[in-house]
């Protein structure tokens, strides 16, 4: 069956320091892996994905993922945190489903970043 | 531009009412999704439109309807609803990628609508 896996359901840095949000992933065929982030009583916002070529992927806001697949992870990573990136981050694999064109969405529990000014 | 508009943003019906939600995009993407997000939980998959055709129903309830009159406007319809469909409904959208591709395509979400069952 195919998951994703957030092992952490909070994550608390200091602001500057660096901030690492874990997941990881068990799917058949090429991983499709994604991140969004989502602040309260909000969408969704779309942060990078990871479809083939280098492994690190470079995506919105500063954040920044790699891709292992021998530990098949996707941890979403960002140098120096800010007071403002506090909220909820959901990493995804995209599956396709029913012989279609179309791919599913695969949602992590999510994590809650805090950042503490 | 990357942005899916929901309407209205709040809303709280009894049981026996009948509403819609509104979702609209001008991405040009011809694949549309609902999703149901309960608090703290992550977004649930309810349907799927490409080219404007129903491909994906996931087990929904009766009581929630979809129509997808053109393509870039897609509605929920509700009726009969229960306290446990308060929730904040999503909607999303992608190109339909090539052929045998449309996973690896990006999925844009609207703000959402919260709504409120009494």
């Known amino acids: 069956a195919q998951s994703v896996a957030q092992p952490e359901d909070q994550v608390k840095v200091a602001e500057g320091n660096p901030l690492t949000v874990k997941c990881t992933y068990s799917?058949?065929?090429?991983?499709?892996l994604f991140w969004y982030v989502q602040y309260p009583n909000r969408g969704l916002q779309f942060l990078l994905k990871?479809?083939?070529?280098?492994?690190l992927v470079k995506g919105s806001y500063g954040f920044e993922a790699e891709f292992n697949k021998s530990q098949t992870s996707f941890h979403l990573k960002k140098p120096s945190a800010l007071v403002s990136d506090s909220a909820l981050y959901f990493c995804?694999?995209?599956?396709?489903?029913?012989?279609?064109?179309?791919?599913?969405?695969?949602f992590g529990k999510g994590t809650k970043l805090s950042v503490k000014p | 531009d990357t942005e899916v508009t929901q309407t209205p943003k709040h809303l709280v019906m009894g049981m026996t009412n009948k509403k819609s939600l509104k979702c609209e995009q001008h991405?040009?993407?011809?694949?549309m999704y609902w999703y149901k997000q309960k608090a703290k939980k992550p977004p649930e998959l309810m349907f799927v439109?490409?080219?404007?055709?129903?491909?994906i129903n996931e087990s929904v309830p009766s009581r929630f309807s979809p129509e997808c009159p053109n393509s870039s406007l897609l509605n929920l319809h509700l009726h009969a609803l229960q306290p446990e469909d308060s929730a904040l409904y999503l909607c999303?959208?992608?190109?339909?990628?090539?052929?045998?591709?449309?996973?690896?395509?990006?999925?844009?979400f609207g703000p959402g609508t919260r709504l409120t069952v009494l």
């Open positions: 990871y479809i083939t070529g280098d492994n």
């Open positions: 995804a694999v995209r599956v396709k489903i029913y012989g279609g064109s179309q791919g599913n969405l695969i």
């Open positions: 799917v058949s065929g090429n991983p499709y």
């Open positions: 439109y490409s080219y404007e055709k129903l491909s």
């Open positions: 999303a959208s992608s190109h339909p990628g090539l052929a045998g591709e449309g996973e690896k395509d990006t999925q844009y």
């Open positions: 991405m040009g993407h011809r694949a």
